[in-house]
């Protein structure tokens, strides 16, 4: 069984700084991508940044500049530099990871999301 656990999600200022984290567990033979969503109540999830197998990273143009996606694959982690953060910024934020569960069987797994409120 696959899980996702975020944390570091709270309450920062305008023009502050969190670093969320995330942790797989479970069988994996290979992590093809992992990558952060969010979402805010009544919308849809809205990608916030990826990373591939090869450290390939793609950043939606919200947070381009201001955000960003790594990964330390000994500890099975990956995390997200949140700077300069916005009101706008404010939502629930998704891990999500694509593995390779079985030979052949690739599966998308997500995290139960972690709040992040930006609020003076």
């Known amino acids: 069984q696959v899980q996702l656990v975020e944390s570091g999600g709270g309450l920062v200022q305008p023009g502050g700084s969190l670093r969320l984290s995330c942790v797989t567990t479970?069988?994996?033979?290979?992590?093809?991508?992992m990558g952060w969503y969010r979402q805010v109540a009544g919308k849809g999830r809205e990608l916030v940044a990826t990373?591939?197998?090869?450290?390939?990273?793609n950043y939606g143009d919200s947070v381009k500049g201001r955000f960003t996606i790594s990964r330390d694959t000994a500890r099975n982690m990956l995390y997200l530099q949140m700077s300069n953060l916005k009101p706008e910024d404010t939502a629930v934020y998704y891990c999500?990871?694509?593995?390779?569960?079985?030979?052949?069987?690739?599966?998308?797994?997500w995290g139960r999301g972690t709040l992040v409120t930006v609020s003076s």
């Open positions: 990373i591939t197998s090869a450290d390939i990273t």
């Open positions: 999500y990871c694509n593995a390779e569960v079985q030979i052949r069987l690739n599966l998308d797994y």
């Open positions: 479970g069988t994996i033979f290979s992590i093809n991508a």
